[in-house]
């Protein structure tokens, strides 16, 4: 297995251990491939969810931009309960477990058809 496999492993078994989910591990390896190389850098691979840039950052690239939604409160509601979700005090919060989550509280699993 690659490391980008290993990853994804990792990734799925938070969703289990954490998150209290079962991943669609299609869905979650083309999310993961969607995350391009920031999976391999320790910063960019986790999102910071205590700070307000960082989410904003989290909204307009991959919310607005990947999944194409349209700008309005509910975006940063579902970014806080997904952060909610994975555990405040988690410190390693995993970009591609965020997005994961994300595209499936707003259905947009097609984006990745």
Known sequence: MGKRDDLIAK????????????????LLTKVT???GP?????????????QPGE???VKTNFLMKKLGLKDGP??????NSVIETYGKSERNKYR???YYMLTKHFKKEAVYG
């Open 38 to 50: 920031s999976i391999y850098d320790a910063d960019a691979s986790t999102v910071a969810g205590s």
């Open 55 to 57: 989410l904003e950052t």
């Open 74 to 79: 509910e975006l940063m509601e579902a970014i």
């Open 96 to 98: 591609a477990v965020i």
């Open 11 to 26: 990734y799925a078994d938070d969703l289990k251990s954490k998150c209290g989910m079962t991943p669609d591990m299609d």
């Open 33 to 35: 491939i969607g995350c």
